[in-house]
Structures are given as C-alpha cells and as structure tokens.
C-alpha cells in the first residue's frame, strides 16, 4: 500500500509511534464515554489496516518486547515474543492466504489500559482451496501507550473450514 494512501491517523502511528504512545496516554485519562468512543475508533483503524493488509499499521504500536499469544487455528505453540515476530507471523499468514479479514463484534475497556475484544477472523486460500473461519476473544494490555501483551483465545469450539 502506498504511504500516502494510508489515512492520516494511521500515517502518524507508524510515522511517529512515540507520538501516537504519548497520545495513547492522553486519552487513557480522558472521561470514559470520550475513551470508548476513541477506543472503539482505533480498533476499527486496526481492522481496516488489517484488512487491506497493512499490518505495518496493525503492530505500530506494539512494544519491541510484545508477549503476543496468535490465535489457535493458526499457531499451536506457545507465545511470541518481539514485535518483529509477530510481523513476521503475520506476514507469513498473508502470504499463504489470498484473503485476510477481520470483523470487530464486540470490545471493552475491562480496566485502565486493559481491553478485550471479540472479532470474526477469516482466511481464504484459493491455492490450497481452505478457508479458516472462527471468533476470537482478544485481550489486549497497554503500557505506556504501547500494546506490552496480546493473547487470542478461541471463543467458538471449531473452527469453520466450509
């Protein structure tokens, strides 16, 4: 994708991350109607970046030293650790799927800093004619504005493959 296609907020975040953190901060002590409605603004960023596969605004603002658990139909071993590996998990699930989405269902500020969020992921590979389709619940933990760690559960029992 081109840089300057990118909306602005997203330009910034991996532009200048250490700006996009401070402002992170800022709105962690604003009243919380004004937080939701940032929070829910910032997650619906992340699954459009995701879903024209952006991923290099998805993990702008991930820690360098991330804890990052992938989602279990795709990752049966234990956590991540590092930003670069989670980019280049994520690189290699796009690489292997022609289509990558992702569909916000539900999201919460559980406590300051610490959100969770449950979403729809699907991937579709027309090379290896497989579709994965599940729901994820996904905690996410902030410090300092950054995403310090991430884990994704399987919130449905199986996983789709129609």
């Known amino acids: 994708m081109q840089v300057d296609q990118r909306p602005l907020a997203d330009r910034i975040e991996v532009g200048v991350p250490s700006l996009a953190a401070?402002?992170?901060?800022?709105?962690?002590?604003?009243?919380?109607?004004?937080?939701?409605?940032?929070?829910?603004?910032?997650?619906?960023?992340?699954r459009d970046a995701f879903?024209?596969?952006?991923?290099?605004v998805v993990f702008a603002l991930f820690a360098p030293?991330?804890?990052?658990?992938?989602?279990p139909?795709?990752?049966?071993?234990?956590?991540?650790?590092?930003?670069?590996?989670?980019?280049?998990?994520?690189?290699?699930?796009?690489?292997?799927?022609d289509e990558n989405t992702i569909e916000n269902?539900?999201?919460?500020?559980?406590?300051?800093?610490?959100?969770v969020r449950r979403a729809r992921l699907r991937h579709r590979s027309v090379t290896l004619d497989e579709?994965?389709?599940?729901?994820?619940?996904q905690t996410t933990v902030l410090e300092h504005g950054r995403v310090v760690r991430q884990v994704n559960v399987?919130?449905?029992p199986d996983v789709s493959h129609p």
Request: charged share 20%; glycine share 8%.
């Open 131 to 137: 579709t994965l389709d599940y729901t994820i619940i």
């Open 22 to 46: 401070f402002v992170a901060r800022i709105i962690g002590n604003l009243p919380i109607s004004i937080r939701r409605r940032v929070l829910q603004s910032a997650f619906n960023r992340a």
């Open 154 to 156: 399987l919130d449905t």
């Open 65 to 71: 030293d991330v804890e990052y658990v992938p989602p």
């Open 73 to 97: 139909p795709l990752h049966k071993a234990g956590p991540l650790h590092g930003r670069a590996a989670v980019f280049d998990f994520w690189h290699g699930i796009f690489e292997c799927y």
């Open 51 to 56: 879903n024209r596969g952006d991923l290099e």
């Open 105 to 115: 269902l539900f999201l919460d500020e559980v406590s300051s800093g610490s959100f």
